[in-house]
């Protein structure tokens, strides 16, 4: 079986000037080129994506954004199409972040849409699913997990293809910006029940090379415990990623 490379990737948020951005990805840069065996990637804000490509050179950090519009252009005032993104350096993009679900109201099937625009151009989705405290307590993760999987990867599913270089991460709602974090068996029980619906919806290659991201208070202290599991291909790291010094330690998690 192919070993799946783990995967890095900072978040950013609505955070960070575009001099600052700059500042953070030389830093992470400088201290990450001579890194092997693991991926490192960084979404910042629209307004920073291009400064933040330039900053980043021949360096080995990959460019992701945060939201993308289904559509390739048109009149959808205030959206960015995966072209634009694309212009702007990106091969990556967080697609369907719970505060997006939240605070956005975007619906499983609009980040159905925005992961099939996204892949039609070629840009590597990562796409997120989780459960809030609630529906965790209320016995019913799986169920919500589940149906988040086949609403929001429904055009995959109705050409029976999803691309292997697809990224999925999970993300509990309760565990992001709250400094409570999963343990690993529970994420590892949640990324198991993911890569099985998987292999059961596709098949068993693209189970076995899909990476599912563990995402919600992922800090220096808690990332080599959860990517000691087998499941667990990686981290989302949102508040943890703004600092060099702490996304640095988390990058190196297998130094620890
Ligand atoms: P957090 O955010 O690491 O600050 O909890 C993670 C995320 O929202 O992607």
Request: with cysteine.
């Amino acid at each position: 079986m192919m070993k799946r490379r783990p995967l890095i990737a900072g978040n950013w948020k609505m955070n960070l000037s575009v001099d600052d951005s700059i500042k953070l990805v030389r830093e992470i840069a400088a201290n990450t080129d001579q890194l092997e065996g693991v991926e490192v990637l960084v979404a910042p804000p629209f307004t920073a994506l291009s400064a933040v490509k330039e900053a980043i050179g021949n360096s080995r950090i990959f460019l992701g954004a945060q939201n993308i519009h289904w559509e390739m252009s048109g009149a959808y005032t205030g959206e960015i199409s995966g072209t634009m993104l694309q212009e702007a350096g990106c091969t990556h993009v967080i697609i369907g972040h719970s505060e997006r679900r939240s605070l956005f109201k975007e619906t499983s099937e609009i980040i159905d849409f925005k992961a099939k625009a996204a892949s039609l151009l070629g840009l590597v989705p990562i796409l997120c699913i989780g459960e809030t405290l609630e529906q965790r307590e209320g016995g019913q993760t799986f169920a919500v997990l589940r149906e988040q999987l086949v609403l929001s990867l429904n055009n995959y599913r109705t050409d029976r293809m999803m691309p292997p270089s697809t990224i999925l991460a999970y993300e509990p709602v309760w565990a992001i910006g709250t400094g409570k974090t999963a343990t690993p068996l529970q994420a590892q029980e949640v990324h198991r029940f993911i890569r099985e619906w998987i292999d059961k919806n596709f098949d068993s290659g693209t189970a076995s090379q899909v990476r599912i991201l563990y995402g919600g208070s992922v800090k220096p202290d808690n990332i080599s415990d959860l990517m000691s599991k087998e499941d667990i291909d990686g981290a989302l790291v949102g508040g943890a990623s703004l600092k060099a010094d702490s996304f640095l330690q988390i990058i190196r998690f297998d130094e620890r």
